[in-house]
């Protein structure tokens, strides 16, 4: 059983608002991700973390930020939340790199702008 | 760059059919190879890890398998049930341990 959560599940708000969607989990893992899915379409990585301090852009470019000062909590933020932001927004976690790396997401958080 | 494909796009079959999803990637110089069902609007749930140097794993009534040398890994689902039903994503570990997903298979089992 993967022990990642994240809130809120989901999320309407009125654009120009700042925002922060949580991502924890209680595995101890190092690496943390987050994804970005419109509905239907595939995964797309938006960001990840090391480890504590570590961040790093990933191959979709976002407006999001995120922050890594805890192993367990990877949140990420939009300071000025606009429509085109609105999507599903996923969160992972996986043990470090090595035989048996395995990767756990969260149930996502379901972002509408209007 | 590594790209992941999945065939078929969707695939609609008849409940108790043995059926094949298709993975293929274009650069075997990957870490692992892991399954993933999504439900509607859910999060994904892992459903098997295939490390490189393994050739297939099993898990209940599916079993998936890998050739690194062709690029390409197929998950088994042996008995379909409509509770099969979702949507399914293979994700490879490439360099810098990220995950990369193909675009997934939509399937459908009727009763």
């Not at chain 2, 650069?27 to 509607?40: G, K, T, V």
């Not at chain 2, 794993?57 to 039903?85: E, H």
């Not at chain 2, 810098?96 to 399937?107: D, I, P, Y």
Request: aromatic share 8%; glycine share 8%; net charge negative.
């Amino acid at each position: 059983e993967a022990d990642i959560y994240q809130t809120p599940r989901y999320l309407v708000i009125g654009t120009g608002k700042k925002i922060t969607l949580e991502c924890s989990q209680t595995m101890g893992h190092d690496k943390m991700y987050w994804y970005q899915q419109d509905p239907g379409m595939e995964l797309h990585l938006i960001h990840y973390s090391y480890g504590v301090n570590s961040t790093e852009k990933g191959d979709l470019s976002s407006e999001s930020t995120v922050s890594r000062i805890r192993t367990e909590h990877f949140p990420l933020t939009l300071e000025s939340a606009r429509p085109s932001h609105t999507s599903q927004y996923l969160c992972a976690s996986s043990d470090v790199l090595g035989a048996g790396t395995e990767a756990f997401f969260g149930q996502g958080t379901r972002l509408t702008v209007v | 760059k590594q790209e992941v494909t999945q065939i078929p796009a969707a695939l609609s079959v008849p409940e108790g059919e043995n059926l094949v999803l298709n993975c293929s990637f274009t650069d075997s110089a990957i870490y692992n190879l892991q399954w993933f069902r999504q439900d509607p609007g859910k999060g994904l749930t892992s459903l098997l890890l295939i490390q490189s140097s393994q050739r297939e794993q099993t898990s209940g009534r599916l079993n998936a398998s890998l050739d690194k040398s062709s690029g390409r890994s197929t998950l088994y689902i042996a008995a379909s049930q409509p509770g099969d039903s979702a949507t399914y994503l293979c994700a490879v570990y490439e360099g810098a341990q990220k995950l990369v997903f193909g675009q997934g298979t939509r399937l459908t089992i009727n009763p």
